[in-house]
């Protein structure tokens, strides 16, 4: 029972709120709202899948960085509380559950499947050469609402790319803002992120940047896909949210970066979902 304590700890589900509202918004968009209860199943087992996944690496291939960072160095892996052999046993079990989740969609779903996996497995790398290494999580998170979408209607389309375009600079930019924490470890290390290269200053300008691009394709999605004045409500809440962010985390004062990382951006995707099914079912 310690074990799965410690295994849940490590995974802390409430992270998946990140990525599963955006995808909800995909699933819910690319049929005007005609989702069934099989697909908004399996669309759920498919994101937990492949968010559990990916964290579960992320953890493994970071472990002798997070062991070696004072940040880290308490969390679950790196105090030896958790057993190598059982965390890798349970990327191959949710890597699993993605694989079956997209059969029982469709099946470009399926074809897609390999794709998703590379991208979820090499993101973890990519911090060891390039300072992108955010956008690049931004990516792997954008997957979401351009795979629910997929999901409904079983064919390629550009639209979803859109919504997986905000969710990138959205992650992007609250990642590059969190990294500012391991500034002097990064680069001791010899990791690459954007506070790592540019300092805190620039690397807080990087973020609110981000977070404009964040906003242009919500807007963007909202124009193609023909959405009305609750969806747009939704984004500027959304935006005073972000807005508010950057009031709160400033060059010299990162007291409240934990804070606005894991507890305000948890309603970014809500606001959005929300107010884009009220616009969808009103």
Not at 11 to 35: E, I, M
Request: net charge neutral.
């Amino acid at each position: 029972m310690i074990k799965i304590k410690d295994y849940l700890d490590m995974l802390d589900f409430s992270n998946t709120l990140f990525g599963l509202p955006f995808a909800y918004l995909g699933a819910f968009l690319a049929q005007d709202g005609q989702v069934t209860l099989h697909q908004f199943f399996w669309i759920t087992v498919a994101m937990v899948g492949a968010r559990t996944a990916a964290l579960s690496l992320n953890r493994l291939i970071d472990l002798p960085y997070d062991a070696a960072n004072p940040r880290t160095a308490s969390w679950v892996m790196p105090s030896g509380r958790l057993p190598t052999g059982l965390v890798w046993a349970g990327v191959f079990f949710f890597l699993a559950l993605l694989f079956l989740a997209a059969a029982q969609l469709n099946p470009l779903c399926l074809k897609l499947a390999p794709l998703a996996v590379i991208v979820l497995w090499g993101y973890s790398y990519t911090k060891r050469f390039t300072w992108w290494c955010h956008l690049i999580l931004g990516m792997a998170i954008g997957m979401g609402p351009i795979g629910a979408w997929f999901a409904i209607t079983g064919t390629f389309d550009w639209q979803p790319f859109l919504l997986g375009a905000a969710v990138a600079f959205w992650i992007a930019g609250f990642d590059t803002m969190y990294a500012c924490q391991d500034i002097e470890f990064d680069r001791q290390a010899g990791l690459y992120s954007i506070p790592a290269r540019f300092g805190e200053t620039g690397a807080l300008l990087f973020s609110a940047v981000f977070h404009f691009f964040t906003v242009v394709f919500l807007v963007l999605a909202g124009l193609v896909l023909h959405l009305g004045g609750w969806y747009y409500l939704g984004v500027c809440i959304a935006a005073l949210v972000l807005i508010y962010e950057h009031w709160v985390v400033r060059p010299g004062d990162l007291t409240r970066v934990n804070q606005v990382s894991f507890q305000f951006n948890h309603y970014v995707g809500l606001i959005i979902l929300v107010t884009a099914l009220v616009d969808i079912y009103h």
